[in-house]
């Protein structure tokens, strides 16, 4: 049965002039119109297809992608508001509804925010909503420590940004963990840094953790830009955080953990004028 909302694998099952109809199963032939009906399509061929609904709330299929399709997350920009609730462009004919019910704070023309789409019980219109929270998972989950995740920016805060986690539960990205910029929307495969006891999760982008050799990501790198430069590098714990930033790609913070590792493992040591690889 064809899933309003999502793509589909359907079958045609009819060529027309005006377009092409295709097995629905239970919602019957589904039309797509010519527009979106591919050159040499015929009879028996399988296309993969979004399904949405008209302003007479008739299913239509189409080529065309949404920038999210029911059940997922996504950061969407609100093209009109009116007195029922405000519209979203995500990349459909008809756009995504966000009733005034459905709104955490009153959205506003121009402006982004981060959605959940999902399909109405009632007379099955694809809408969004704005709290999201609600539909986040409730079930524990089973994260550990170094795990690899798929992430979408949800929003900033004070100490940096919350982050959707596979879709289904909230984590944090710290500022000093981000060494790159970011914005709403944005998807990124990271890792979870840490569980903490109350099994929230802080997040990072790059993988932590250590090597064989006990050397994490950054200390690697410090390592291999003094072997490349005659094992002595003119940076310390007073660089300006910004040439950091540029030679190693990291927050202050971090490269002075790394300087910090690297010299208890007796692999550097730190002088006035810069870092000696012993």
Same mark, same amino acid.
């Given at each position: 049965?064809?899933?309003?909302?999502?793509?589909?694998?359907?079958?045609?099952?009819?060529?027309?002039?005006?377009?092409?109809?295709?097995?629905?199963?239970?919602?019957?032939?589904?039309?797509?119109?010519?527009?979106?009906?591919?050159?040499?399509?015929?009879?028996?061929?399988?296309?993969?297809?979004?399904?949405?609904?008209?302003?007479?709330?008739?299913?239509?299929?189409?080529?065309?992608?949404?920038?999210?399709?029911?059940?997922?997350?996504?950061?969407?920009?609100?093209?009109?508001?009116?007195?029922?609730?405000?519209? =979203? #462009?995500?990349?459909?004919?008809? $756009?995504?509804?966000? !009733? &005034?019910?459905?709104?955490? /704070?009153?959205?506003?023309?121009?402006?982004?925010?981060?959605?959940?789409?999902?399909?109405?019980?009632?007379?099955?219109?694809?809408?969004?909503?704005?709290?999201?929270?609600?539909?986040?998972?409730?079930?524990?989950?089973?994260?550990?420590?170094?795990?690899?995740?798929?992430?979408?920016?949800?929003?900033?805060?004070?100490?940096?940004?919350?982050?959707?986690?596979?879709?289904?539960?909230?984590?944090?990205?710290?500022?000093?963990?981000?060494?790159?910029?970011?914005?709403?929307?944005?998807?990124?495969?990271?890792?979870?840094?840490?569980?903490?006891?109350?099994?929230?999760?802080?997040?990072?982008?790059?993988?932590?953790?250590?090597?064989?050799?006990?050397?994490?990501?950054?200390?690697?790198?410090? =390592? #291999?830009?003094?072997?490349?430069? $005659?094992?002595?590098? !003119? &940076?310390?714990?007073?660089? /300006?955080?910004?040439?950091?930033?540029?030679?190693?790609?990291?927050?202050?913070?971090?490269?002075?953990?790394?300087?910090?590792?690297?010299?208890?493992?007796?692999?550097?040591?730190?002088?006035?004028?810069?870092?000696?690889?012993?």
């Amino acid at each position: 049965m064809a899933k309003i909302g999502q793509v589909n694998r359907l079958k045609v099952v009819n060529l027309l002039d005006f377009g092409a109809f295709l097995d629905g199963g239970l919602l019957e032939d589904i039309l797509m119109p010519r527009r979106f009906v591919p050159e040499e399509c015929k009879v028996g061929d399988e296309l993969d297809v979004f399904i949405y609904l008209d302003s007479d709330d008739i299913p239509i299929a189409t080529t065309l992608r949404p920038k999210a399709q029911a059940g997922q997350f996504a950061c969407l920009k609100v093209t009109d508001t009116n007195r029922v609730g405000a519209f =979203l #462009d995500w990349n459909m004919p008809k $756009d995504l509804l966000v !009733p &005034f019910s459905e709104q955490k /704070e009153r959205m506003e023309k121009d402006r982004f925010y981060t959605v959940y789409v999902y399909q109405e019980k009632q007379n099955y219109r694809m809408v969004a909503s704005s709290k999201i929270n609600k539909f986040l998972s409730t079930q524990p989950h089973r994260y550990r420590n170094g795990q690899e995740v798929s992430l979408m920016i949800c929003d900033k805060t004070d100490i940096g940004y919350t982050a959707i986690v596979d879709n289904q539960y909230m984590g944090v990205l710290f500022h000093q963990d981000l060494d790159q910029p970011v914005r709403m929307g944005m998807k990124f495969q990271g890792y979870i840094k840490r569980v903490r006891p109350d099994k929230k999760l802080d997040l990072c982008l790059k993988k932590p953790g250590f090597n064989q050799a006990g050397i994490n990501e950054l200390e690697q790198k410090i =390592l #291999d830009n003094l072997k490349n430069n $005659d094992s002595f590098l !003119p &940076f310390n714990d007073r660089s /300006e955080p910004d040439t950091i930033k540029k030679v190693f790609g990291s927050s202050k913070r971090s490269f002075k953990m790394a300087l910090g590792g690297l010299y208890k493992k007796r692999l550097i040591t730190i002088k006035e004028d810069g870092i000696h690889l012993l």
